[in-house]
């Protein structure tokens, strides 16, 4: 157990719709990361948050949108959707700047667009 | 940009043998951080090792070593005495270091392992 908590862990849903993924970071961390992973691929980068501000961006679609909340916890928010939006929606967090080691990961959130 | 590739999408390796993943990344940075993760079935990403660049010791867990070679941009994966337990995706990732806020990691496209009898 890496500490990150994301809800929900599976999500169907039609064309068209909006959704909300949810991810808690560890106790202390401040930055979070939300990556995206279609079927049998790499981890694509969306979007990282530190602290309550957006701190880097990679390649995030303009239908989709997040945040990080006064406490900590982050939200993506993607709307319009595509049937090529089917993907695993992992966050991950850090805590410190400056933090030498990895990212912890949870355990994912999986869409499937229909 | 960083470039992280892995070459060899497929793997397969018997029980109890030695097997080695491939990693090559593109950096103009001197200081970053290297990882190897593994994802198995359940999807979760678990972090195998990890190696500062700063450091010319390969770095060691268990039966998981690297090949850090920092002129050749080259950073290999060595699964000694492989399990069953150890199939799964493979994914080597790169890390700058900021002078600011932490850092993103970059993947390369992973590499499937599968582990025979």
């Known amino acids: 157990d890496s500490g990150v908590t994301q809800t929900p862990k599976h999500l169907i849903t039609a064309t068209g719709q909006r959704v909300t993924l949810r991810c808690s970071p560890r106790s202390g961390d401040l930055s979070v990361y939300w990556y995206q992973q279609s079927l049998d691929q790499g981890l694509q980068f969306l979007i990282q948050y530190y602290n309550g501000e957006e701190r880097a961006k990679g390649n995030i679609l303009e239908r989709f949108s997040a945040q990080q909340f006064p406490d900590l916890h982050s939200e993506l928010n993607l709307s319009s959707l595509e049937l090529g939006d089917s993907a695993l929606y992992f966050c991950a967090s850090s805590p410190r700047a400056r933090w030498p080691g990895e990212l912890f990961f949870g355990e994912g959130s999986r869409l499937t667009v229909l | 940009a960083q470039t992280v590739t892995q070459s060899q999408p497929e793997m397969s390796v018997q029980e109890a043998e030695t097997v080695t993943l491939s990693c090559t990344y593109d950096?103009?940075?001197?200081?970053?951080?290297l990882f190897w993760y593994k994802q198995p079935p359940s999807r979760q990403m678990i972090l195998v090792i990890r190696?500062?660049?700063?450091?010319?010791q390969n770095a060691t867990e268990n039966r998981f070593s690297v090949n850090f070679q920092k002129a050749a941009k080259s950073f290999s994966l060595k699964i000694s005495d492989s399990q069953l337990g150890d199939a799964a995706m493979y994914f080597c990732a790169y890390r700058r270091i900021n002078t600011g806020t932490a850092s993103k990691l970059t993947f390369g496209t992973g590499t499937r392992l599968q582990v025979t009898l």
């Open positions: 950096t103009s940075e001197s200081d970053y951080y």
């Open positions: 190696q500062e660049a700063y450091k010319q």
